[in-house]
């Protein structure tokens, strides 16, 4: 099955960068039909490539210094001209980045660091994806901050004004997350007071910033380490497919824990959570490695149901968001 979705999604990419490199031709005839010098140029350019590099072989050391010297004066020359046509004309060095859907791979999905080759961040999102089913994202993309509605909340201007502090810590979240500064954050509060929608709007725009996104309800991710490790212990075949799920927990630059507290809980999945917490506090000082956590729990049931090393452990390490208004339910539209 993980073959099939890895597979599947190499084909999708090996037709988003088909589809980049048309639009990319495109462009350039656009361009060229626009400021035909700029064709000229090329040409130019190209003959002169193509006259050094059969000029160059066989050439003896003072004859090829001074052919280098030639084509270096010549090229720059020639590409310094093109560069200013095109400034005058208006257009930057952004003209083509709106044929890729993410810039940093150009649709690839794979980058190259040094000799090494990567996978680009959007490929790894939707590759968690497409491993975790539609079922972990399931609101999330209509989940917008521009979409969030005030006037769904009752009349409560207490319960108005807290929604409003909590969406502005969200955003600050978002803002700051780049440069690591961002703190988790606990959600904390009655059913139905927004909780899923604001951990949507944050993950859509740390997944539009090109970070890995993974959103699980506790009990789900819960589940995929029993599942990791009864095969661990019982030497079992562990297929890539579980690995990948499980390591994400680990890995993914931003995890959400949803729904924590209505999970069935027993002693391993105690060591379960604090050693995904442990471990994302970690690493979090080496790359970004961030933690939110949506719980229908108060700060005391915490330490009541989860003893005091998780609790202790979520207290210390999280900006604590208390949604209030039990009384107020989001209106459905
Ligand atoms: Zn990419």
Redesign the pocket.
């Known amino acids: 099955m993980n073959k099939n979705i890895i597979s599947q999604l190499n084909i999708e990419y090996a037709q988003k960068k088909d589809l980049a490199e048309s639009r990319l031709i495109f462009l350039k005839e656009e361009l060229e039909k626009k400021l035909p010098e700029i064709k000229l140029i090329s040409k130019e350019l190209a003959s002169l490539t193509l006259n050094y590099c059969k000029n160059i072989v066989g050439a003896d050391e003072t004859y090829s210094s001074q052919l280098n010297a030639e084509y270096r004066d010549a090229s720059s020359n020639l590409i310094s001209k093109k560069n200013k046509i095109l400034k005058d004309a208006g257009i930057d060095d952004g003209y083509y980045d709106s044929c890729?859907?993410?810039?940093?791979?150009?649709?690839?999905?794979?980058?190259s660091i040094g000799n090494r080759v990567k996978e680009?961040?959007?490929?790894t999102q939707k590759k968690l994806e497409a491993l975790f089913g539609k079922s972990n994202f399931p609101l999330l993309k209509a989940q917008t901050f521009e979409k969030f509605d005030i006037s769904l909340y009752s009349d409560d201007e207490a319960a108005k004004k807290n929604i409003l502090e909590i969406k502005a810590e969200c955003e600050k979240f978002v803002s700051k997350f780049t440069s690591g500064a961002s703190k988790n954050l606990l959600f904390s509060g009655s059913p139905g007071l927004g909780k899923t929608f604001l951990s949507g709007c944050i993950a859509n725009e740390i997944i539009e910033l090109?970070f890995s996104v993974l959103y699980l309800p506790a009990s789900e991710m819960l589940n995929i380490m029993s599942r990791h490790n009864f095969f661990q212990f019982n030497d079992g075949v562990n297929n890539e497919y579980d690995d990948f799920k499980y390591n994400f927990i680990f890995d993914c630059n931003l995890l959400i824990i949803d729904d924590l507290g209505t999970e069935v809980i027993s002693e391993s999945k105690y060591s379960s959570i604090l050693s995904v917490l442990d471990s994302r506090f970690a690493a979090d000082s080496a790359r970004i490695c961030k933690t939110i956590i949506s719980t229908n729990l108060g700060i005391s049931d915490i330490f009541e149901r989860y003893t005091e090393r998780v609790g202790s452990r979520i207290v210390g390490n999280f900006d604590i968001l208390g949604f209030r208004g039990d009384d107020l339910r989001l209106k459905r539209r």
């Open positions: 890729y859907e993410c810039l940093v791979c150009k649709d690839s999905g794979y980058i680009c961040k959007c490929y090109g």
